[in-house]
């Protein structure tokens, strides 16, 4: 896959602005183009080094999750149901030389790991969009495909952001810049979400619902749970939150969508969030479903993405 530049290539300096508009993936930052080389670090890759239009132009969708093995999971079954014809052995990690975060690419489709909470997420989607940037990718669709806790909902149940919401419920994203707070807004694509719902309906026994998603920076005490190293505030107290998180519309909890949201939207990807609930926190703080029963939550997200994207690709069943 990888595909190295000749020395001379180097200048990042081409006609970059008429990549803004017109659907094509674009980066706020005055500064970059300037630079003669862009080192994508916790990827491993780089616009001396890594012919990224050769790599990535082809990239449409991308599909990004928590953990390495479920994204590698997904990428492999995305080969099954694409049917390509390259062997399963030539899906390699593509970040295999950085331990951060793991890559693929399957056809027209990229899959990439990005660990827990929001500065990992981040840190990746700034690396992730200038490489989808510098490879003059356009009209890219990108999905987040997780896990979280259900609100008020059976576990099992998929749940597409309509909303991505703050722990007080907000949909903003506050970011610290220098000394400084900004708030960016957390909109997701509308018609994404109910594209996705629509495709949901297709698959037996799947249930699945628009709602609010809330983020937060701690799975313990910032998602009210008491069963964490530590806990300062009463069951009841912990409980009248959830309830009102509920009575405002969220209904489940995650780690990330809301620098998901706002990262994507101000850099012209079309962004959804879908996760599964693994429980539903008015009944319980621990995760005790067994591993299979689990395991098999995680895939509904993929199965759910793959069918829309074949949809998307005109590939049917
Ligand atoms: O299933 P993933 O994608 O990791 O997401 C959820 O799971 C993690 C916590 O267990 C957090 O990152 C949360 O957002
Ligand atoms: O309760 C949960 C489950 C998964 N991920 C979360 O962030 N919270």
């Known amino acids: 896959m990888a595909s190295i530049l000749p020395a001379s290539n180097t200048s990042m300096r081409s006609d970059r602005n008429k990549y803004i508009g017109k659907g094509f993936v674009h980066v706020k930052n005055p500064y970059l183009d300037s630079m003669d080389e862009d080192i994508l ?52 990690d593509i970040c295999a030389g950085t331990d951060r975060y793991c890559m693929y690419k399957i056809g027209p489709v990229l899959s990439i790991s990005h660990g827990m909470g929001v500065p990992s997420i981040s840190i990746m989607l700034h690396e992730l969009i200038k490489l989808l940037y510098h490879a003059r990718c356009c009209d890219v669709t990108i999905i ?73 920076h701690d799975f313990y005490e910032g998602q009210g749970r008491l069963d964490g190293a530590l806990c300062s505030f009463s069951r009841e107290k912990g409980l009248d939150y959830l309830k009102r998180a509920y009575n405002a519309g969220i ?59 074949k949809q998307r690709l005109g590939l049917h069943d």
Do not use: W
């Not at 969508?257 to 939207?265: I, N």
């Open 41 to 92: 670090y916790h990827l491993d890759l780089g616009t001396k080094t890594h012919n990224l239009p050769a790599m990535f132009g082809d990239v449409k969708f991308v599909c990004v999750g928590g953990s390495p093995n479920r994204m590698k999971a997904f990428a492999l079954f995305m080969h099954k149901e694409l049917r390509l014809e390259d062997s399963e052995e030539d899906i390699k």
């Open 144 to 216: 987040r495909i997780g896990t979280s806790g259900g609100i008020g909902i059976a576990p099992g149940s998929v749940v597409i952001t309509d909303k991505a919401v703050d722990s007080f419920f907000k949909p903003q994203f506050e970011q610290v810049i220098l000394d400084d707070t900004i708030t960016r807004s957390t909109e997701l694509d509308k018609e994404l979400a109910e594209e996705l719902l629509n495709c949901s309906k297709e698959i037996p026994d799947f249930p699945t619902l628009i709602g609010h998603t809330m983020c937060t």
């Open 251 to 309: 209904r489940n909890i995650e780690m990330e969508c809301t620098v998901f949201a706002a990262m994507c939207r101000l850099c012209g990807l079309k962004a959804a969030v879908v996760c599964v609930t693994l429980l539903n926190r008015l009944e319980c703080d621990q995760i005790n479903s067994p591993h299979d029963v689990l395991a098999e939550y995680q895939k509904r997200p993929q199965l759910l993405i793959a069918k829309f994207i």
